[in-house]
C-alpha cells in the first residue's frame, strides 16, 4: 500500500508582532523606573559628598549643583538666612570675617598685636591668646588687667549666639612638676577652665555652648626648640566653631540654648547679676 507524503504544518505567525511590542514596553518600563529613581536625590548626603570633594581639591566656595538652579533661584525651600548643616554659607563667612576684624581691633587698642591673634581656620576661628598676657609662670590665676581682656572678648562672642566655643589650654615642652600641677596636661586644663570661668561668670555666655580642654604640650604650633618658639606654644585657643563642627561638641543641642546665647537662669549669683543689662545692639549676626 502507497505511503501518504508527510503533510507540512504551516505555524499561525500572523500575531506575532505582539511579542516583540510587549517586550518593549516593559524595557520602556523599567527604563522609566530607573530614570525616576535617580531623580531622588538625597540633599543632605550630596551636599556633604559635594563639600568633601571641594575641601579635597582646595575649593572652599559652596557646591551650587543642588543650591541653586539656572537663574540663580533656590531649588530647596529653606530660609534665606540659614546656614546649611554641611557647606558654610556666605553668611556664616562673614560673620567669621567680623570677628576677626573686630578682636583683631581690640588687640591693637590694647597694644597686645602680636600676643592676641585671630586667624581663620577650616574649623572656624581661633583666637591665640599667649600665656604671658593671662598668666604668671606656672600659674592657671588670671590677674584683674588680664581679666579686662577676656571680657572684652567675650562681648564680641556674645553678639554670635548658638556659636559653639572650645577653649584650650597649650604649654611649651618644659616638664612642670608642683604640687598644684604635677604636669603640662593639669596646668593647661587649668588655663582653659580660668578663661571658661570669666566667659560664664563674668560675660553670662551659655556654659551649654562652651567647653574647656588641656592640651599641654602635645599640639605646638612650632617645634618647641628656641625660648621664642616656646612663648608661641605657650598660650590659650578661643575657638568658635563652624555649624558644621557643632555636632563634634558631646551633649550640644541648641534646641535647648534658646534664642540667644546668653547663659540661661539659674541661682548663681553671677548669672542673677546680669538680669536687667541691656544688650548691645547684635552688629555681627
Not at 524595557?27 to 550630596?46: C, E, H, N, R, T
Not at 572652599?60 to 543642588?66: D, E, G, N, R, T
Not at 570677628?99 to 581663620?120: F, M, P, Q, R, Y
Amino acid at each position: 500500500m502507497a505511503q501518504k507524503p508527510n503533510a507540512k504544518v504551516e505555524k499561525d505567525t500572523s500575531e506575532r508582532w505582539l511579542l516583540t511590542y510587549a517586550d518593549l514596553m516593559n524595557l520602556l518600563l523599567i527604563l522609566f523606573i530607573i530614570l525616576y529613581a535617580m531623580s531622588q536625590i538625597d540633599v543632605a548626603k550630596f551636599n556633604q559628598l559635594a563639600a568633601s570633594l571641594k575641601s579635597t581639591f582646595g575649593d572652599s566656595s559652596p557646591a551650587s549643583v543642588i543650591d541653586q538652579g539656572a537663574n540663580g533661584s533656590s531649588l530647596i525651600d529653606l530660609p534665606a538666612n540659614s546656614p546649611s548643616p554641611v557647606v558654610s554659607s556666605n553668611a556664616e563667612d562673614q560673620q567669621e570675617q567680623a570677628v576677626k576684624d573686630t578682636i583683631s581691633k581690640i588687640a591693637d587698642k590694647e597694644n597686645l598685636k602680636g600676643e592676641v591673634n585671630v586667624s581663620i581656620q577650616e574649623r572656624g576661628v581661633v583666637i591665640s591668646i599667649m600665656d604671658k598676657v593671662l598668666f604668671d609662670p606656672g600659674s592657671a590665676d588670671i590677674e584683674p588687667a588680664s581679666r579686662e581682656i577676656i571680657l572684652k572678648i567675650g562681648k564680641v562672642l556674645q553678639q554670635i549666639p548658638g556659636k559653639q566655643i572650645r577653649i584650650e589650654g597649650n604649654t611649651d615642652s618644659d616638664p612642670i612638676n608642683t604640687p598644684r600641677f604635677p604636669d603640662n596636661q593639669e596646668l593647661s586644663t587649668a588655663r582653659a577652665n580660668s578663661v571658661l570661668r570669666i566667659l560664664v561668670n563674668g560675660v553670662h555666655l551659655n556654659p551649654k555652648m562652651l567647653s574647656a580642654v588641656g592640651y599641654g604640650e602635645f599640639r605646638p604650633l612650632v617645634p618647641n626648640t628656641t625660648a621664642a618658639n616656646k612663648a608661641q606654644n605657650r598660650r590659650v585657643d578661643i575657638v568658635i566653631l563652624k555649624d558644621i563642627y557643632d555636632k563634634s561638641e558631646s551633649g550640644n543641642d541648641k534646641s535647648n540654648t534658646g534664642a540667644s546665647g546668653s547663659s540661661p537662669n539659674t541661682s548663681d549669683k553671677n548669672s542673677a547679676a546680669s538680669d536687667g543689662s541691656q544688650q548691645d545692639t547684635n552688629p555681627l549676626q
